[in-house]
Nanobody, 123 residues
């Protein structure tokens, strides 16, 4: 089992940027897909971005494509989500998740989840 901890959330004005980090501990020798999901107040959790173990495959939700960039540093056991041109509708709790070594963007395939970090974008 991989334990995950997110950091980097906060309050930012519309148009600003934030970089979220997700540090893994525990069983990190196994390869795994990393994903970022988010949940806005009163809404269901939704997929934002995912990256394969090698970093060669990435995938983004249409709502964040072109503004968010997912990356990872396996030597540090850390994944990142660079968020630019933030909008008020990006306000949510952001969760990182670790899946198996198979490529996936389905929330149910991710077995390890962090506690989440709040991102608030003011207009």
């Amino acid at each position: 089992q991989v334990q995950l901890a997110e950091s980097g959330g906060g309050l930012v004005q519309a148009g600003g940027s934030l970089r979220l980090s997700c540090t893994a501990s525990g069983r990190t020798r196994s390869s795994y897909t990393m994903g970022w999901f988010r949940q806005a107040p009163g809404k269901e959790r939704e997929f934002a971005a995912a990256i394969s173990w090698s970093g060669l495959n990435t995938y983004y939700a249409d709502s964040v494509k072109g503004r968010f960039t997912i990356s990872r540093d396996n030597a540090k056991g850390t994944a990142y989500l660079q968020m630019n041109s933030l909008k008020p509708e990006d306000t949510a709790v952001y969760y990182c998740a670790a899946g198996s070594n198979a490529w996936t963007i389905v929330a149910g395939d991710f077995g390890s989840w962090g506690q989440g970090t709040q991102v608030t974008v003011s207009s």
